[in-house]
């Protein structure tokens, strides 16, 4: 009876692991279908295979999209951002994870209410500020912004990682002669590294794919990111849809490879985050 229960069971998990891989694969079989088809194909049929594939869409899109510039651009703001982010956070999360400090439920309120509030509500103030300080169409104060932004989860993921380090082992290096900086560099950083590289494969995600404030503050041609580059294909009156499709393939295919490729690691890292909170 036991048997054919667990027989049941397997067959159950494994009908609800196919329908949710279809859901989560089938747009993006989709989206690599449509771009091999042309514009006139896609309108007509957009679930028939191509009847004639169309490399071509691939270069006017890198073209047209100007990527060669594109890419480097959110290369630059990505990479900055998780530097930033990465050595910030890890410091200060440190810090409060290892002293006593009386005013931690005000830290952490603030920390909670500056992750959950919109952007939208300071955006408008910020973008005057930043116009002040002759910041607008700068990568790196769009970097500066996604940090500040960013920061707060950073803080909260790696405080766990620092509180779940046994505390022996911090007052063994001290007891050897080891300061304080040496204890952070040469101790902690090393066990917490799964933590850190998980906060910049996350950063790097959100900071690659953001939007707003990206086409907000950075208006000039030449200091675009792929993202804003990718929007501005879609014409006003007309666009070309395959063209369209095969530029998000080529925005998403470094996103979705980078993913598969730290995936192990980064199941690892957000599981040992949950250790202790």
Request: aromatic residues 14%; hydrophobic residues 55%.
């Amino acid at each position: 009876m036991r048997l054919v229960e667990s027989r049941l069971t397997l067959w159950v998990c494994y009908i609800l692991l196919g329908i949710f891989a279809f859901i989560a694969l089938f747009p993006i079989a989709l989206l690599v279908l449509n771009s091999l088809k042309s514009a006139a194909q896609i309108v007509q049929n957009p679930l028939g295979l191509p009847q004639l594939i169309r490399w071509q869409n691939f270069a006017n899109a890198w073209n047209h999209a100007k990527f060669s510039q594109t890419f480097v651009n959110s290369l630059i703001v990505s990479g900055t951002t998780i530097a930033l982010v990465c050595t910030t956070s890890s410091l200060t999360a440190y810090v409060i994870a290892r002293r006593k400090i009386k005013s931690w439920k005000i830290f952490t309120f603030y920390l909670l209410a500056t992750t959950t509030a919109p952007i939208q509500l300071y955006i408008f103030p910020l973008y005057f500020g930043f116009a002040k300080l002759g910041l607008i169409n700068n990568i790196f104060g769009v970097a500066l912004i996604y940090t500040a932004l960013y920061s707060p989860f950073a803080v909260m993921l790696l405080r766990t990682y620092f509180l779940a380090v046994p505390k022996e082992l911090e007052e063994a290096a001290i007891v050897d002669g080891a300061t304080h900086w040496q204890v952070f560099w040469r101790v902690m950083l090393p066990i917490v590294s799964p933590g850190i590289l998980t906060v910049a494969l996350i950063i790097g995600l959100n900071s690659w794919n953001e939007f707003l404030i990206a086409t907000t503050f950075l208006q000039k041609q030449e200091n675009m990111t792929a993202v804003i580059a990718f929007f501005l294909l879609s014409g006003q009156y007309s666009s070309d849809w395959g063209e369209i499709m095969a530029a998000a393939l080529i925005i998403v295919v470094p996103v979705v490879a980078l993913f598969v490729f730290m995936q192990k690691r980064f199941i690892e890292g957000m599981a040992g985050g949950s250790v202790k909170g």
